[in-house]
């Protein structure tokens, strides 16, 4: 397999071509995906910054859905130049990409045992060689599989047919969640089942239940991925939006509207289906859409329409090299979490070293856990910062 990246030397004059609110909202929610997954001590973290035990919904399940409405934007803008046709060189480039991003998703779980391995004092070979519980799914895999079928479903078929694909998934799929225990966590639910049935236990997320047991329950399931590709498919269709209303005006006028309809229809409709970011529930597709199209129209009516955008640079880094940052989160975190030294008479990770010994005792639990988190984030930052004063931009 042959893996194909850009590097390319872009001059920022072509960048200023797009909607500068795209990347930074792309920006912020990379930022908060490194914020939420880096916490210096996940028992002390502030309740904003978990993720719902079940139903329910907190800010911290709003930027991986973020993410990937921009992804539906981004596909469509990307699409545009194969005129959303399935000719050879469309297909072959989703699914390249797909298997890719699948691929690095993988890649990051295998790392992640292997250094945790490494740290236990296993061999090298030992360590990397844990394929019977390598875990299958996970973000970036759930990235993948909703942007190849999405993508592969907008070349096939015409956009006008798009609003009642997303329709027939998100239905289809409340009813597999309504026959099928899917509003239950447990393991007898649908969700669960399939992904044993396919990938056995061993290679499955393991989660706790509100009662405290855990369980073989993978909240980037396969079944559920049924919804995310709904999700990606909105976006989709604001990006057609977007690219069709030239005035920035008209475009905050639009995002604004649908947005709202969208989020209160998933708030009321949540009566029948509750809101749930593990089971990706259709109102958590319908909600968190409508809140990303709203917080789109914001950023475009400061940043594009007022040129308030100083604010924002921050952002600017991990949105224009969204996936490259979000590895290298990845692989730092595993890193700083398994190097260990000793420090008077104890053996601790650089990550516990930071935290108990830098943070913790001035700080606090909570705060101290933040400002690990906060840190965390700059690294990365710096890290994203330099490929973008270089104006090196890496796509797959």
Request: hydrophobic share 50%; glycine share 8%.
């Amino acid at each position: 397999m042959n893996i194909y990246m850009e590097m390319n030397k872009v001059k920022t004059s072509q960048l200023n071509n797009r909607l500068l609110s795209l990347d930074i909202l792309r920006g912020i929610t990379i930022a908060g995906m490194i914020l939420v997954n880096n916490s210096g001590a996940g028992s002390y973290t502030y309740a904003p910054l978990k993720h719902a035990q079940w139903h329910g919904l907190t800010p911290t399940d709003l930027v991986f859905p973020f993410f990937m409405f921009i992804m539906g934007i981004s596909t469509f803008m990307s699409l545009r130049k194969f005129n959303f046709e399935p000719s050879k060189a469309a297909v072959w480039k989703i699914i390249r990409r797909t298997i890719l991003i699948f691929a690095i998703g993988l890649a990051l779980g295998w790392f992640g045992k292997f250094t945790s391995g490494l740290s236990q004092g296993e061999s090298i070979l030992v360590a990397a060689t844990h394929f019977d519980t390598l875990r299958i799914l996970g973000v970036l895999q759930r990235l993948a599989l909703a942007y190849g079928f999405a993508a592969l479903l907008a070349v096939i078929f015409k956009s006008k047919y798009i609003p009642w694909i997303i329709a027939a998934l998100l239905v289809g799929y409340q009813l597999l969640l309504k026959l099928g225990n899917g509003y239950e966590m447990m393991e007898q639910n649908i969700i669960a089942i399939v992904d044993k049935a396919i990938w056995g236990v061993e290679h499955m997320y393991k989660d706790w239940t509100p009662g405290g047991e855990r369980i073989a329950f993978d909240p980037e399931g396969l079944l559920s991925t049924i919804p995310s590709i709904a999700h990606v498919l909105i976006g989709f269709l604001f990006g057609k939006l977007i690219v069709n209303n030239k005035d920035n005006h008209t475009r905050v006028e639009k995002l604004m509207i649908w947005g709202t309809i969208l989020a209160f229809t998933g708030l009321l409709l949540q009566y029948g289906g509750p809101i749930n970011k593990k089971i990706w529930s259709p109102t958590f597709v319908l909600v968190t859409t409508g809140f990303a199209a709203q917080l789109l129209g914001l950023l475009i009516w400061i940043i594009d329409i007022h040129k308030k955008h100083k604010w924002s640079r921050f952002f600017h880094s991990f949105g224009v090299n969204p996936l490259i940052v979000y590895v290298f989160a990845g692989v730092l975190a595993n890193i700083v979490s398994s190097i260990r030294f000793n420090w008077q008479g104890d053996t601790m990770s650089i990550k516990g070293f930071t935290y108990e010994v830098l943070l913790r005792p001035w700080a606090g639990n909570y705060l101290g856990s933040l400002l690990y988190a906060i840190l965390f984030v700059l690294v990365c930052w710096l890290f994203g910062y330099i490929l973008y004063k270089r104006n090196i931009y890496i796509k797959l």
